[in-house]
């Protein structure tokens, strides 16, 4: 009796003893020895291989081209897995979306039907990694987690007969408020869910509304179907999952899409429960990458960060270092540029000379309630890559020196790229003209939307217009865009991987315009009318997301710049190159365009850098364009005349279509009313290539920024 | 004073009954669907495929209406009433589902081997190209150029100049789909009746002229049931499912009658 009663004293005394340190540990009051630390396993680390066990496939070989070819793709898309898709009524699993991608037609939630007449080369189902498939396991009400209170809002949520527009507004609400109270709930500290959570540095178990095996078989499906999707020459899938983070206090957007390079993957997706810090996300990319699974991270929705994607400071507010410049960029080669939610070019403010500037832009916070204004500098593409010249001359590093892809963030499994069939992202809350405020609102659903946009804090859920009242849900922000295009060898993981870590990479709004690019000293002798222009191009040039070192005889770059039209839209208008330099006496950045190649025969003003007008008009009334007018293809050679060789600059390629109808102007048309007249009625289409980097001699440099020493000069 | 309570409760019994009678209506195998209706229908389809059907269109849309109205009415049949445009549409996908789900069990195998031969044009591999070609640019001339240059080939002169082809000059092993991706305009074919190694006269593309070389001609095949058999394995059990639910709705469509305008057009 005495000794039952001395093994009980001891086993409490243990579990205290264990809780005391835990204690000390999170609270940050560090134990003298982490005697703990030594206990704890990183269950985040575990690698599995997904790998089908199939005998291989009887296939017609890969053909591969050492000039490479461009292959189209979208690395972001959500189906039933992610929490806020699921909510908003989509049932589509990985597998739907996959098929999807390869041309077969899928229903949207509110039962129409989503089409794809041209096939995309790569796709990769991205689902947000915080609570994946938990959403589902609410939804059942005979599951394990329908004991829980907060899970009966939830019951039956996705059955056909719910998923209606009208439940646009129950479905914010859950989203907005039950679901958000619901997963920050942890189990009390002496909980043994909570010792657990501490041993596995897995933080989720201390919470009541995860389940981890729920989230790990999610997981796995989504492994899976990317398994049995990828088709290599045909058809590439890779897994993924996105790290949905934002900053602490202002609501910053800091989201990223985690692509992984092989079947290979970790057990579970690394989240934001893990840390809401990126630098942690690249660590853990890093540790990674040391067992041998490569990875890329590719932020999205820089427009919505309110400034902090692209802060010159890290997320505690400490200088950015070299160190945390070579993290970043091993672990993100390649940002989103332009997706649903808007594209991150520039913004009009911060490029007031660009007159294609005011192009798509989406100006709130992502996902803030009520809706809050997103601060451009820090948000957009091109302050980065003037942000990096400055933090470089500062002797920083570079942390922004990435290359560029489109995506479209669909969170219906099928991604809407066409103007003319825009179908947005987010399943019952986007899907009809109505709620996307493009139409004017009916009687009845003045009062529903009310209710919807209440949930949402937003007080002004209607705005009036000539034609009548229409919906304010802000979604005339969003766009039908955009693609993700790579040059490389062939259509492969391996091969189009390495195209995203050497960023040789394009970007679209959504067509399938192609751009090569090319920079280097001697083009001038690459004959442009000749079948062997790449490959010479290859060989005596870089090519879009690589470095132009300086010349030792002072030539100035050239370069080739080759733009051809998508065959199903518009054809192209111009060829532009957007350079960005640092005065690296003044230290002060700068940017400038210049229209490089005409349509129709016209020529470039040499003092206004801009082709003259080609005359190419859309009719409102029923979006047909201008014919005859465009081109098919442009091709030019280059010379920067404003070129300084002791400067360092980058070039982009930013190519532009004919205008042609906005998706908003098709849906008021198709309604019989005329688009809204605050909205743009039409839009050009475009592309944009990963820049070329030029990196001056450094003894051209003469003059040093306070701090810096004559030894650090010796960079590169 | 008696009389005339008796007379007014027959009366009210009489009420009474033809409306009992008069609720049968409810359970009529009559489907007449009004020249309203679809027109409402066409211009829903409209509103998301943005031009008016075709005959063959309107006859799939008048389908799908008269499935979803059977399937809508056997499911008041089985109690789940409740009379909204959207419920109805919810309950006739809701019965979808049922009949779908019915079929579970693991199949066997010789119905599997036999799906498979009997659908193999699903699994056949299509035939691939590989080819060359020369390029005319829409942007100088294309047309023209094309004409002169295959003159050029055929009378074995001197070549004039073609144009690079951003996409590449050599393609290898690409399918009838993949080259219309590339080319646009049907591009592919051209190929079926072309024969390898002989200089084709010039096509169009979107973007100009080419004369194109067959280099070689990969034959389609039919792949070993061993190698996609997990493939077959789920075609066969979806294929199980949509037949259930076909065969369930056929069962019960004998039952009804179709009452359609006749002499109705699309205005």
Known sequence: MKYIKNVALLVVGLYVTTLFFIYLDLEEKRPIISLFKLFQSNSSLEVIDYALDETDKKKTPISSNKDRNAYYGDLHVHTKHSFDAYIFGVTASPDDAYSWAKGKTIKHPLGFDMKNDEPLDFYAVTDHGFFMGMMQAYADPSGKMSNYEFTKAFHNLND??????????????????????????????????????????????????????????????????????NDPGTFT??????????????GGNLHRNVIFNSSKGPIRPWTRIDSINPE???????????????????????????????EVESFYGEALDREYAEKRMRNEPIVEITQVKGTSDTHPLLSPDDEWADFEIMDRRVGSRPPTYSMPAGSYVRDAYLRGLTLEFMLQGNP??????GSSDTHVAAASFDESDFWMKVGVLDGTAENRG????????????????????????????????????????????????????????????????????????????????????????????SDSLISEAYESGVTMGSELLHNEDKRHPQFIIWAQQDKNSAPLQRVQII??????????????????????????????????????????????????????????????????????????????????????????????????????????????????????????IDVIPLGGTVELRNFD | ????????????????????????????????????????????????????????????????????????????????????????RRLAQKITFLKQETFLEKPPIDEIINFYKSNIDLYYINPTFSFTHYFFSNEENGKKR????????????????????????????????????????????????????????????????????????????????????????????????????????????????????????IE
């Open chain 1, 400 to 405: 922004y020196k990435f290359g560029l892809i």
């Open chain 1, 237 to 250: 899938t890779f897994l993924g999952y996105e790290y949905t983070t934002s900053s602490d206090v202002e």
């Open chain 1, 280 to 310: 942690d996300l690249w660590t853990w990319q890093d540790n990674l990458r040391a067992k041998g699974v490569d990875s890329v991270a590719i932020p999205h929705n820089s427009n919505g960060s309110n400034g902090q994607m692209f």
């Open chain 1, 579 to 700: 350079k960005g330099q640092m005065n690296m006496n003044s230290g002060k950045p700068s940017e400038k365009i210049y229209d490089v190649a005409c349509s129709d025969g016209l020529e470039v003003d040499p003092i206004t850098n801009r082709c003259p007008d080609n005359g190419a008009r859309v009719n409102i009334n029923d979006c047909s364009i201008s014919k005859n007018v465009g081109a098919s293809e442009l091709k030019t050679l280059w010379e920067d005349p404003d070129f300084d060789p002791s400067q360092k600059a980058f070039y982009y390629v930013r190519v532009l279509e004919n205008p042609t109808c906005r998706w908003s102007t098709w849906d008021a048309i198709k309604a019989g009313y005329k688009p809204r007249e605050d909205l743009h009625e039409t839009i050009q289409e475009r592309a944009w290539s990963s820049p070329i980097w030029y990196i001056p001699a450094y003894e051209d």
């Open chain 2, 146 to 265: 094309a004409e002169v240059f295959f003159e050029q080939l055929v009378n074995k002169t001197t070549l004039s100049k073609s144009d690079p082809f951003l996409l590449g000059k050599n393609f290898a092993y690409k399918s009838s789909d993949e080259i219309d991706r590339d080319f646009g305009m049907n591009f592919s074919n051209h190929f079926n009746i072309m024969q390898t190694d002989i200089w084709s006269k010039p096509i169009q593309s979107s973007f100009g002229f080419h004369i194109v070389k067959i280099v070689d001609k990969q034959e389609g095949y039919l792949p070993d049931i061993k190698d996609i058999f997990s493939q077959v394995e789920l075609d066969y059990a979806n294929n199980i499912k949509e037949q259930l639910l076909e065969k369930y709705i056929m069962d019960v469509r004998a039952e009804y009658n179709i009452i359609i305008n006749p002499n109705f057009k």
């Open chain 1, 160 to 229: 056909p007969e719910n998923v209606t527009v009208e439940s646009a507004g129950q479905r914010s609400n859950i989203f907005s408020s039950i679901l958000a109270a619901a997963i920050i709930d942890p189990y009390p500290l002496w909980h043994p869910k909570v010792i657990k959570a501490y041993f596995n540095n897995h933080t989720q178990f201390a919470l009541r509304a995860f389940d981890d095996r729920i989230h790990k078989s999610a997981w796995a499906d989504v492994a899976r179907a990317a398994e049995e999707h």
């Open chain 2, 1 to 88: 004073m008696k009389k005339k309570i008796t007379i007014f409760l027959i009366l009210g019994l009489l009420i009474y009954f033809i409306d009992i009678l008069n609720n049968d209506d409810k359970y009529t195998k009559d489907i007449y669907i009004s020249d309203q209706e679809i027109n409402s229908l066409v211009i829903a389809w409209e509103s998301q495929v943005g031009r008016k059907p075709n005959q063959n269109e309107l006859i799939n849309i008048l389908n799908d209406y008269i499935q979803e109205e059977i399937l809508y009415r056997e499911a008041l049949a089985l109690g789940l009433d409740e009379n909204d445009r959207i419920i109805k």
């Open chain 1, 438 to 529: 493009t139409v004017p609102l009916s009687e009845e659903n003045i009062g529903r939307l009310e209710e919807y946009m209440q949930a949402f804090n937003q007080p002004d859920s209607t705005k009036t217009l000539e034609q009548g009242e229409y919906a304010n849900t802000g979604f005339t922000q969003w766009g039908a865009s955009g693609l993700a295009a790579v040059w490389s060898e062939e259509n492969s993981r391996d091969s189009i991987f390495n195209a995203f870590k050497r960023k040789e990479t394009f970007a679209t709004t959504g067509t399938r315009m192609a751009v090569r690019f090319f920079a280097g000293y001697n083009l001038e002798k690459i004959d442009l009318d």
